[in-house]
């Protein structure tokens, strides 16, 4: 089983800041595989990024994904003050699905 | 457009089987776009998937709850269920359900909570 390891924990930032979350694979993984998630308190998540840098229907480009093997990162521009949240990233591999623990965006 | 809900009791004892279903609304189970999918999160944790199942009722599983887990369609009525036995206090969760266009999920029900207590 691939394990995706998240940091930080949590991240402390201010609206109009950048924001920059990394989730990290136990092995090579496709960036075609990797996923992120946005999850509000008391929400459903909601995908972000799938294939690792394409953006999902109606989310603002102010996100994108990047990375490829072990390594892939989140990066939010400019921070709006909805977009403190709980973020999740999720990799497929030979028909079984993770997720990373998850990474706090939380207003500093 | 499609829209999922997930629907069942909220209180389970243990020992005993957990079972939900998921409704899909504007948009039919037999899409051969999707797999569908179990999701679950214990309240202040992270995310687990459970497995997933098409229409054909091909299906795949978490190793760590496949011997407990049932995933199964009903094209008839538009759902798919969720049967977890034997729970414990560790199957405390919100329990998603999730159209899985492997290898994301691309549209998340709203989640309801089960709980196992006695």
């Known amino acids: 089983e691939i394990v995706l390891t998240q940091s930080p924990g949590t991240l402390s930032l201010s609206p109009g800041e950048r924001a920059t979350l990394s989730c990290r694979a136990s092995?090579?993984?496709?960036?075609?595989?990797l996923a992120w998630y946005q999850q509000r308190p008391g929400q459903a998540p909601r995908l972000l990024i799938y294939?690792?840098?394409s953006r999902a229907t109606g989310i603002p480009d102010r996100f994108s994904g990047s990375g490829s093997g072990t390594d892939f990162t989140l990066t939010i521009s400019r921070l709006e003050p909805e977009d403190f949240a709980v973020y999740y990233c999720?990799?497929?591999?030979?028909?079984?699905?993770?997720f990373g623990q998850g990474t706090k965006l939380e207003i500093k | 457009q499609l829209q999922l809900r997930e629907s069942g009791p909220g209180l389970v004892k243990p020992s005993e089987t957990l079972s939900l279903t998921c409704t899909v609304s504007?948009?039919?189970?037999?899409?051969?776009?999707?797999?569908w999918a179990w999701i679950r999160q214990p309240p202040g944790k992270g995310l687990e998937w459970i497995g997933n199942?098409?229409?054909?009722?091909?299906?795949y599983f978490n190793p760590s709850l496949k011997s407990r887990v049932t995933i199964s369609v009903d094209t008839s009525k538009n759902h798919f269920s969720l049967k977890l036995s034997s729970v414990t206090a560790a199957d405390t969760a919100v329990y998603y359900c999730?159209?899985?266009?492997?290898?994301?999920?691309?549209?998340w029900g709203r989640g309801t909570l089960v709980t196992v207590s006695s």
């Open positions: 999730a159209t899985d266009l492997v290898p994301y999920f691309d549209l």
């Open positions: 504007g948009g039919s189970i037999r899409s051969t776009s999707y797999y």
């Open positions: 199942v098409y229409y054909s009722g091909s299906s």
């Open positions: 092995q090579s993984i496709s960036s075609s595989y």
């Open positions: 294939g690792g840098s």
């Open positions: 999720q990799q497929y591999d030979r028909s079984l699905y993770t």
